[in-house]
């Protein structure tokens, strides 16, 4: 967050003081857009792929990552592919 260029981000209400601290820096620069429900109930991917067949599928997705230990939760993967989304609503 401390990088100068401008940035979006989708932060729920509780957070969204604590981003423009760090943002203070860049605030002309910086648009906060408020993301306060589940991700299984705005991300047209999560949506469509949330259910107990398809969660076995990214359960085995996040296993094969070679990085699991950092991400934790495949609904990482359902953030990284719903990236157009993202752009489209900001």
Do not use: C, G
């Not at 203070?24 to 109930?41: G, K, M, S, Y």
């Not at 996040?62 to 752009?87: A, C, G, N, Q, T």
């Amino acid at each position: 967050l401390s990088i100068q260029d401008p940035i979006i981000i989708f932060v729920p209400d509780e957070y969204r003081e604590r981003i423009q601290n760090f943002r203070r820096h860049a605030n002309n620069r910086t648009l906060i857009l408020p993301l306060n429900r589940a991700l299984e109930t705005i991300l047209p991917v999560a949506s469509r792929y949330n259910n107990s067949n398809n969660s076995n599928f990214w359960q085995r997705q996040l296993e094969r990552d070679p990085e699991r230990d950092k991400h934790k939760d495949y609904r990482l993967f359902w953030i990284w592919l719903s990236k157009s989304w993202f752009v489209m609503e900001s």
